[in-house]
């Protein structure tokens, strides 16, 4: 268990609806990271927040946002859905802002119809 | 039309054989790489990590080696076990932050009784 906790597991929705998935760091981390994986894309950085604050941006659309709360949890939002935004969407952490190693969660699931 | 997955290689070892996992990165800037292990259902789970400034590190039953002449990472695993069968992703951060991790497509690894 890495410490990591995402909810939810899994998502099933709609083309076009909107999601939200969150995520809570192991304790002490300051640091969020969300990624992508998908089949044909592989493990894809998102963005990162550090202690409230956006560090570090990716391959991220401008349909998705990301944001970490006071309490250092995180959300991102999907929305405008596509079909081809079904993938694992994993969050790591970790303590400071850079330069060590990310723990992740075991991912939510997005499936869109 | 139907979508194309990653092809991952696979090795397939011997129980209790020594394992070598190979990763060629892409950017001779990239300061900070890490090794991921990834069982399925799981999201992925740090084995190892090593900077620029030292060409070798070990853990417990693994070594990472890095040779940037050939920008090439490998992990080795001793006395392998089933426990090891996942899939294995190196990455790497060229930014400097240590944050923004570029990972590379997975090795499978199977395990034979």
């Known amino acids: 268990d890495s410490g990591v906790t995402q909810t939810p597991k899994h998502l099933i929705t709609a083309t076009g609806q909107r999601v939200t998935l969150r995520c809570s760091p192991r304790?002490?981390?300051?640091?969020v990271y969300w990624y992508q994986q998908s089949l044909d894309q592989g493990l894809q950085f998102l963005i990162q927040?550090?202690?409230?604050?956006?560090?570090a941006k990716g391959n991220i659309l401008e349909r998705f946002s990301a944001q970490q709360f006071p309490d250092l949890h995180s959300e991102l939002n999907l929305s405008s859905l596509e079909l081809g935004d079904s993938a694992l969407y994993f969050c790591?952490?970790?303590?400071?802002?850079?330069?060590?190693?990310?723990?992740f969660g075991d991912g939510t699931r997005l499936s869109i119809l | 039309g139907e979508s194309v997955g990653l092809h991952l290689p696979t090795l397939s070892v011997q129980e209790g054989d020594n394992s070598i996992i190979n990763c060629a990165y892409s950017?001779?800037?990239?300061?900070?790489f890490i090794w991921y292990k990834q069982e399925s259902g799981k999201g992925p789970q740090f084995i190892i990590d090593?900077?620029?400034?030292?060409d070798k590190r070990q853990g417990q039953r693994v070594t990472v080696l890095l040779n940037k002449t050939v920008k090439h990472l490998s992990l080795q695993i001793a006395a392998t076990q089933p426990g090891d069968s996942a899939v294995y992703f190196c990455?790497?951060?060229?930014?400097?932050?240590?944050?923004?991790?570029?990972f590379g497509t997975g090795t499978q690894l199977k395990v034979e009784l």
């Open positions: 304790s002490g981390d300051l640091s």
């Open positions: 927040y550090y202690n409230g604050e956006e560090r």
């Open positions: 990455a790497e951060d060229f930014t400097g932050g240590g944050n923004k991790l570029t």
């Open positions: 090593i900077r620029s400034n030292m």
């Open positions: 790591a952490s970790s303590p400071g802002p850079g330069n060590q190693p990310q723990h």
């Open positions: 950017n001779s800037a990239s300061d900070y």
